[in-house]
């Protein structure tokens, strides 16, 4: 015993200091963990689990394998080369009647048609008939209700649609598909949306970020150097719109932006511009950049503004005093030191932009709108919450990278947010 | 004294829930929402005490399908486009209807389904009222002009009629137009659409030479309160648009725009009860009297969309001038009036139900063209 714990340190209670250290740490983690607890369960629930979701949805594909099991079955050792068998739209038939009977063959419907447009009507049509079926001769029945049960690409479909987990969606975010033997192909021209789209996304988001470097820049330095009674008012100045309803500023900006709005009245009343040549300002890609950038100014101001509070007068100063003229100094000592705010906002205004909805559809007109209005096509019009899931996973995919890149270049630590 | 505080706060939490059953009834705001509430909201609230409450959306089933597979349904009653209420059918969303047993007849004894004009598109749609996609135009915009445009071509001709077009964001209701103006028969459209390989790059050409002749051009709306704006400050020449909003700023607010009624589709607009909701019974019973005969009537005083029953209409001819203005008459305003049906589209949602995918990515794809 005593040999034991001779080389141990022991407390006044005889257990040994190193465990009883342990035991008071591990009190205080669960401490700490319960301290944090609550908001780490907030985080999971509100926030994890949704985006888990998300990803999930846009490759589940279980639906039509569940309710049509048997034609899945059927469908696997059939080649797709010629019309199924009798014994294929017998299985279907089945089926079909099964899921009929569950109230469920609607599901079914909506879900083929997403494969290909025209299974909803078929489906429907076809349901309808179910009970005048006779038991012989399923196919010729088929195609008497309609002729598109007699179309090879009709079943080719079908069979796309079958595995249980699939990319497709992400494919078609990318205007390609799966053709029948596998390969994935570019979409007719006439189709092809996505990839347009996801550039103008990107070009505009990246545009706006400029645009709003450009203007915060000097703002902020004003700021930062003003005396405190003129900074205050120029901060209201800049904070006023920011607490503006979203809508609001981007109506005003509709009424001073059309054709018959107030600048363009201005310009004619100058005689800048004739009446009947009044400049297109809204409705183009001229009102989105003019309305996001003005909406999404603060944010690039706001860390401008702080990161600029923090860098001494002195330093410049210093600069001249040593020879730089004040372009050299500017470029040299005070630019390099705004790093982590320009970072920052350009980081905050960049994620803001790329997701931007409710302006570039309002003062975008034809060529103004983006991905997001996209996405917000599918949640509500065509219900295809797979697609907008692949969208969203997307947008949220090349955000991380980004972020990924800015900490391998910058260092994330290095950002300053106000 | 302690027991009787105790019995008041219980009775807080759940007499009202018994003694006052509310149906929310889910609708696309408005000029719009405002008729239905005076039309058959608020009497029937008067004569029943089942508090009705209007909420606005602006379409699409997503909010119906979250709440339904959720469990939580709050939504009562919906106001829906014909081919939303065929895929929330399908999904399941929707009660389906025993129509003649669940909608009462007509005063004279006609039974639902006969009082309607025509059949509803699913099981699960009880139709409220037709409306149309007709265009409208300003007629200070041509000054040197004898004849104005009266005609769904004169939309496309800018040789004559110079100006900016506004037409609406998505492809539903343009294709159509467009294949019309182009020389197709309005009653073949959806024939020509599905059986004709090339129609529907036919029918986006069509917008295309519109769009980008410098004459011409054309602002997207999406909202159905723009085109009468557009039009009165003078933005556009000449905007497609829904009648009711037309009828409202001419007859409501005196704007001098003029609707044109040629090439015009015919819509309908539909209820579907929500499946799921706690108090169906009280649901079920408000949305009958909403579809009834005075129900439907009543809604028209407000705006110029046309019930859907026979019988309404007959008490609107009797009762002219039916406006709310008490002035003006109800019927040649009415999308339905024999004077403004002489050349129309009906609507086939089955079509967009079907192709609204292909459709609209070729549609986005050409927007983005521009």
């Not at chain 1, 390969?183 to 189709?191: L, T």
């Not at chain 1, 996001?292 to 101001?301: A, K």
């Amino acid at each position: 015993m005593n040999n034991v714990s001779s080389n141990q340190i022991l407390t006044t209670d005889g257990i040994p200091l190193e465990i009883s250290l342990k035991k008071s740490e591990r009190r205080n983690k669960i401490k700490s963990f319960l301290l944090v607890a609550p908001l780490l369960l907030f985080i999971i629930v509100v926030y994890i689990s949704p985006i888990v979701n998300l990803l999930t949805r846009s490759v589940d594909n279980t639906l039509i394998s569940t309710l049509l099991p048997k034609t899945y079955i059927a469908l696997e050792d059939w080649e797709g080369k010629n019309l199924p068998s009798e014994e294929i739209y017998k299985t279907f038939f089945i089926d079909l009647e099964i899921a009929h009977k569950a109230k469920i063959s609607g599901k079914v419907s909506t879900r083929l048609n997403y494969a290909k447009g025209g299974f909803k009507s078929l489906i429907n049509k076809t349901r309808r008939k179910l009970e005048n079926f006779e038991d012989s001769n399923y196919k010729s029945q088929f195609i008497e209700i309609h002729e598109k049960w007699g179309q090879l690409e009709y079943w080719q479909a079908m069979k796309s649609a079958m595995p249980k987990y699939t990319y497709d969606k992400y494919l078609n975010a990318f205007d390609y598909e799966k053709n029948f033997e596998g390969k994935i192909v570019e979409k007719p021209k006439d189709r092809r949306v996505h990839k347009m789209l996801w550039l103008r996304t990107l070009k505009v988001a990246l545009g706006v970020t400029f645009c709003c470097f450009l203007l915060a820049f000097p703002i902020a330095h004003l700021l930062a150097t003003l005396p405190l009674r003129y900074s205050n008012l120029l901060m209201i100045c800049v904070l006023l719109p920011f607490w503006t309803s979203l809508l609001v500023r981007t109506s005003s900006w509709m009424i001073l932006l059309q054709q018959q709005g107030v600048i363009n009245d201005i310009l004619v009343y100058l005689k800048i511009v004739s009446n009947d040549n009044r400049l297109e300002l809204m409705y183009n890609m001229n009102g989105t950049f003019v309305a996001m950038t003005q909406i999404l100014l603060p944010f690039m101001v706001l860390p401008l503004y702080s990161v600029m509070k923090t860098i001494p007068p002195t330093l410049m100063r210093a600069g001249k005093s040593l020879g730089g003229t004040p372009f050299y100094s500017f470029r040299k000592i005070y630019f390099p030191l705004t790093f982590p705010g320009i970072g920052a906002g350009s980081l905050l205004v960049f994620i803001l932009a790329i997701g931007y909805y409710i302006t570039p559809a309002l003062v975008g007109g034809a060529s103004g709108t983006l991905i997001s209005n996209r996405i917000a096509y599918h949640m509500k019009e065509t219900l295809d919450w797979a697609m907008a899931s692949a969208m969203g996973t997307i947008l949220l995919v090349s955000v991380l990278i980004l972020y990924w890149i800015y900490n391998k270049l910058l260092g994330i630590d290095n950002i300053k947010l106000g | 004294m302690k027991n009787m505080l105790k019995l008041a706060l219980i009775s807080i939490f759940f007499v009202p829930s018994l003694a006052f059953a509310e149906v929310n009834v889910v609708s696309w705001g408005g000029a719009y929402t405002e008729s239905q509430k005076l039309g058959y909201g608020d009497p029937y609230q008067e004569k029943s005490g089942v508090k009705i409450n209007w909420i606005d959306y602006s379409g699409g089933l997503s909010e119906v399908r979250t709440q339904v597979e959720s469990g939580n349904v709050t939504w009562n009653i919906i106001d829906l486009y014909a081919k939303d209420t065929i895929t929330g059918c399908d999904e399941g969303l929707l009660v389906e209807f025993d129509f003649d047993k669940d909608f009462p007849a007509a005063p004279d004894g006609t039974v639902a389904s006969k009082d309607f004009f025509t059949t509803m598109p699913s099981k699960c749609a009880v139709g409220n009222i037709l409306y149309s996609w007709n265009y409208a135009f300003n007629p200070n915009a041509f000054p040197g002009q004898d004849v104005m445009p009266s005609t769904i071509v004169d939309f496309y001709d800018t040789v004559t009629y110079p100006g900016k077009r506004s037409i609406y964001g998505s492809a539903m209701s343009n294709i159509e137009q467009a294949l019309v103006a182009d020389g197709v028969k309005a009653s073949a459209v959806y024939t020509v659409l599905e059986k004709q390989a090339g129609a529907l790059d036919r029918a986006i050409n069509k917008i295309r030479t519109l769009c980008e002749d410098p004459n011409g051009g054309c602002i997207f709306w999406t909202a159905g309160a723009q085109p009468p704006e557009l039009l009165a400050s003078g933005e556009v020449v000449m905007a497609t648009g829904w009648n009711g909003r037309f009828f409202n700023a001419i007859v409501g607010e005196g704007t001098t725009i003029t609707q044109v009624w040629d090439g015009q589709i015919l819509d309908y607009e539909y209820f579907g009860l929500i499946t799921g909701s706690p108090n169906q019974d009280e649901a079920m019973e408000a949305l009958r009297y909403f579809t009834g005969t005075e129900g439907l009537a009543g809604s028209a005083k407000y705006i110029a969309y046309a019930p859907w029953r026979v019988s309404s209409l007959e008490i609107i001819e009797a009762g002219e001038p039916w406006y709310k203005d008490g002035t003006t008459n109800m019927m040649p305003n009415m999308p339905t009036a024999a004077a403004n049906t002489q050349n129309y589209i009906l609507m086939n949602p089955e079509y967009w139900a079907d192709n609204e995918t292909e459709i609209g990515e070729a549609w986005e794809a050409f927007k983005s063209s521009l």
